[in-house]
């Protein structure tokens, strides 16, 4: 049973009562959010938390079930999304322009005061318009909670690497077509900001330990938040490759206090370059953590189809919460949290 710091459990009117200050500003977060989205033209939708895919990133580990068939057809393996992505596209191939979410998520990973392992997500999508739309959303959307009255500094991860690395990104990146870049270069530079080496450290190790730890701490630190876009193409995921700089993929993050609330894509729209990047993915996963997660055929239907042009964001909404309601820790600003059953 999970408890207060002061050993009351959750639930009890005297802990309930110490977060309800927080719960009160949730609900008007999620009044204002329904309230921006719907007096700019998104439908609000709703997708199925089970799926056949639970999402392909290599380092996400999903929660599986069994679906078994009452008239003693074959059981169905399926997993809790880790994103309503594939779902909410299929409907974008189906013909819908603008459209939203708020979705419970789940993510296999210890709780953290930052994580919860089921927690709510707000994905929105726009038809036939750039990330500068959803970059001016971000905006107004911490205008509107209360989180920031200044727009968001727009920075690129070449340009914050330069900034407070000291190096070229980039230039560390032989081959820009290349999904697993010789890591020699980049090893090289965190070397020389004191980081040894470390045995097996692919390319992405290295860029991931060194914007954790030289980086993000800057990030929407100065009074103002802050826009990373313009990742190197290898950390594309599920975005297109700028077309005026192949170097670089069409995906931005948000962070507010050194905190990421937000990733953005310009999404990928062609068949064969995303299958091609899931198989990727999905032996990286393998050879990692010694399991894969089955490609949802059906959204590798719907690229083939036709998915329009579109750009789309996903962000947490309890850590908007927290920035809004000055909480330390995701639990504040749960109306319940993730019990395991254990007393402490």
């Not at 033209?41 to 799926?51: K, M, Y």
């Not at 450290?201 to 826009?227: K, Q």
């Amino acid at each position: 049973m999970t408890r207060s710091p002061s050993g009351r459990r959750w639930w009890h009117p005297d802990a309930l009562a110490d977060r309800l200050p927080h719960l009160r500003t949730r609900a008007r977060v999620v009044a204002t959010l329904r309230r921006y989205f719907d007096s700019h033209g998104f439908l609000e939708v709703e997708t199925p938390a089970l799926q056949v895919s639970p999402g392909l990133e290599p380092h996400l580990k999903a929660f599986e079930t069994t679906l078994h068939d009452a008239l003693g057809g074959p059981d169905a393996r399926l997993y809790l999304h880790t994103s309503p992505e594939f779902a909410m596209k299929k409907l974008l191939a189906g013909g819908l322009p603008r459209i939203y979410q708020m979705a419970k998520v789940w993510r296999n990973e210890n709780r953290s005061p930052t994580h919860s392992p089921e927690f709510t997500m707000v994905e929105w999508y726009r038809a036939g318009e750039g990330l500068s739309a959803l970059m001016d959303d971000c905006d107004r959307i911490l205008w509107e909670t209360g989180v920031s009255p200044r727009p968001a500094e727009r920075l690129s991860v070449e340009d914050a690497f330069i900034r407070w690395c000291g190096f070229s990104v980039l230039d560390t990146i032989a081959d820009p077509e290349a999904l697993d870049p010789d890591p020699s270069a980049i090893k090289a530079q965190a070397a020389r900001l004191g980081h040894d080496a470390r045995e097996g450290d692919r390319w992405d190790d290295v860029f991931f330990r060194l914007l954790l730890e030289h980086i993000e701490p800057h990030l929407g630190t100065e009074g103002r938040p802050a826009i990373l876009h313009s990742y190197p193409a290898c950390m594309a995921a599920l975005s297109r490759r700028n077309p005026d700089d192949r170097r670089v993929a069409e995906r931005f993050e948000l962070y507010v206090n050194g905190l990421e609330l937000a990733n953005a894509f310009a999404e990928l729209t062609d068949l064969a370059e995303q299958r091609k990047r899931f198989e990727h993915d999905m032996d990286l996963k393998e050879a990692l953590y010694g399991e894969r997660y089955p490609l949802d055929e059906d959204f590798l239907a719907a690229l083939e189809y036709g998915l329009p042009d579109c750009t789309g964001i996903a962000l947490g909404l309890d850590r908007l919460v927290m920035l809004a309601a000055g909480a330390d820790d995701i639990a504040d600003v749960l109306w319940a949290p993730v019990e395991t059953g254990s007393s402490g």
